[in-house]
């Protein structure tokens, strides 16, 4: 007897409504232009604009060079100055100058930090406020670089962003978080790797010696150094052997503690990862960590600016002989190779936007290349992070182009009693079901931390029906490994929004289509009638109005191939953990 044919899968109609994308970034199809303000700090209740601090900043360097020349008049300051004269008479001395080793890495390090900084301020513009709290609650802000945000009119996420100029952030396009998160996570994994073997190298020479403090009277000496600096009487360098106190304790911060506070900094910012780790994640919440990483960031840009001046106006000559020529003598030996250095990164940084505006579709893969595995690793996390009614956020921005049909008003008119979920695809029982119906079915709540790609976060509390369940009554079989959501809303460029998720993610206990927020019906703003929460996944990942679901085998037939409409159109990732 023979078997009966298989019963071919339902294809959603809503197919038909997406649409491909192009492979560049279309400026005249972007989001226009938007110029923020002078960055602000707030203290006590009062806005400070940064840009005072270079008057301010003037006049304290002026006051600090006439301090330092007064005090150096003073004996027991020149002997103070005579007993620490920079560098600790106890701190070993190092033999083998610059080995070409670190040369190498010195310059990779530069390399990759120009990439690093510019997209960490690309990031930043997408979401231009910081702080301290973990919901981003307007007036709560620290810092900032955008106007307060406007009384009387839905104002989303994606409205606060601002544009940095090309030359500065990467790509320099106003809300390119997608874009600029690639070459920030790639070139940063780059830096990892650079800065691992810089430790092993470090502290199997006697490289170490160089930038790691042995003795307490690194401290006087680093003092006594500032003070020569200050007076514009300058130290005699010996930093072919050794550093001088102050040098040493300020590179000894930079590759001790900034590199790896910027580290872990980063990667808290992470859904899964902050979700992972239970009371460490909660207490370290994403907005406390992103203000620590601007912190780590302004760090190592100071740092730059007075490593390159400090270059310049203690020996042009001496100091790219050490760093670039691997040599102590009078000749230009490294000075050649330091211009070219220079040359590269300057060449470098006039390429890197425009490149990146028209090879956007390569930026993106290319980075999926470089760290979609690691992304991977982390969205196989099981997470189970949820928080208390104390914890919910006052404040929960909203995002997304809401829909503009008749269709839809009409179901927010009839209060949502026609709305039907529709579940195809790869399924042995494809349904249809009323939210009366979802409503029917068993109910979860969760309080969970909400993470934006573009940087904002909010707690809410959650109700609606496990996917688990809805798992169950359809019955994927095995071959269908992704769950295609679409919305009744289309995306900002057209053709209608939609998202894929790999179905384990969907078996999660925290993975529920809500149709609650709060204890109260979801709002249209937020996503009525129903919306995803997977907590292991950044906010756009979370289909809001939701009008169908469908099980596939794979998506590159759907849009433009890439799983997801800001996948397709704005180069987001598919993988979104992180």
Request: hydrophobic fraction near 45%.
């Amino acid at each position: 007897m023979s078997e009966s044919p298989a019963k071919p899968a339902m294809t959603e109609p809503l197919e038909a409504a997406l649409t491909g994308a192009d492979d560049r970034l279309r400026l005249n199809h972007w989001l226009p232009p938007q110029t923020g303000i002078a960055p602000r700090i707030r203290i006590g209740g009062r806005w400070i604009s940064v840009l005072w601090a270079l008057p301010l900043g003037t006049v304290a360097l002026i006051v600090l060079i006439a301090v330092a020349q007064s005090l150096r008049e003073l004996p027991s300051v020149t002997a103070f100055i005579k007993h620490h004269p920079g560098i600790s008479q106890a701190a070993p001395s190092v033999d083998s100058g610059f080995p070409v080793w670190l040369q190498i890495q010195h310059f990779a390090n530069m390399f990759f930090m120009l990439f690093i900084i510019r997209a960490g301020i690309q990031i930043l513009a997408d979401h231009p406020r910081l702080y301290w709290k973990r919901d981003c609650t307007p007036g709560i802000d620290w810092f900032r670089f955008q106007k307060p945000i406007p009384e009387g009119r839905v104002w989303t996420s994606k409205d606060d962003s601002v544009t940095v100029p090309a030359w500065l952030g990467l790509p320099g396009v106003r809300h390119s978080v997608g874009l600029a998160r690639w070459w920030h996570f790639s070139v940063n994994l780059l830096w990892v790797v650079n800065g691992v073997l810089f430790y092993v190298l470090l502290f199997s020479t006697e490289q170490w010696r160089r930038l790691v403090p042995v003795t307490w009277d690194v401290f006087p000496a680093a003092l006594s150094t500032a003070i020569q600096y200050a007076s514009l009487n300058f130290p005699v360098d010996h930093s072919w052997t050794r550093y001088n106190g102050l040098q040493q304790l300020s590179y000894f911060v930079t590759v001790f503690v900034a590199a790896p506070v910027s580290i872990v900094t980063g990667l808290m910012q992470s859904p899964a990862i902050s979700n992972k780790l239970g009371w460490f994640g909660r207490t370290f919440n994403r907005q406390a960590m992103r203000s620590v990483h601007f912190l780590a960031f302004t760090w190592f840009v100071l740092f730059i600016l007075m490593h390159g001046i400090m270059v310049f106006v203690t020996g042009l000559r001496q100091n790219t002989n050490h760093m670039f020529g691997g040599v102590d003598d009078p000749s230009w030996r490294g000075f050649p190779l330091f211009a070219l250095a220079m040359a590269v990164l300057i060449a470098a940084w006039l390429v890197a936007s425009p490149f990146t505006i028209r090879h956007a579709r390569l930026v993106q893969r290319t980075g999926g290349f470089m760290v979609d595995w690691l992304k991977g690793l982390a969205e196989r996390w099981d997470v189970h992070a949820q928080l208390t009614e104390k914890d919910i956020s006052p404040f929960f921005w909203p995002n997304g182009t809401m829909p503009a049909s008749k269709a839809f008003d009409d179901l927010v008119a009839g209060g949502f009693v026609n709305y039907r979920l529709r579940i195809s695809g790869l399924v042995e029982a494809p349904q249809e079901f009323s939210l009366a119906d979802l409503k029917a079915m068993p109910k979860q709540e969760q309080i969970t931390t909400h993470f934006c790609i573009q940087g904002w976060s909010g707690v809410a509390k959650w109700g609606g029906v496990p996917m688990r369940h809805i798992l169950e009554l359809v019955r994927p079989p095995p071959e269908a490994r992704y769950a295609v959501f679409y919305s009744l809303a289309d995306g900002s460029d057209g053709g209608r929004y939609y998202d894929v998720h790999e179905l384990r993610n969907m078996g999660h206990e925290l993975t529920i289509l809500a149709y609650e927020m709060n204890g109260a019906p979801l709002s249209v703003l937020h996503g009525a009638p129903l919306r995803l929460r997977c907590e292991n996944e950044l906010g756009f990942k979370m289909v809001k109005w939701i009008a169908a679901i469908e099980f596939v085998r794979d998506f590159g037939h759907l849009g433009a191939g890439h799983g997801g409409y800001n996948e397709d159109h704005e180069f987001y990732g598919y993988r979104m953990p992180i």
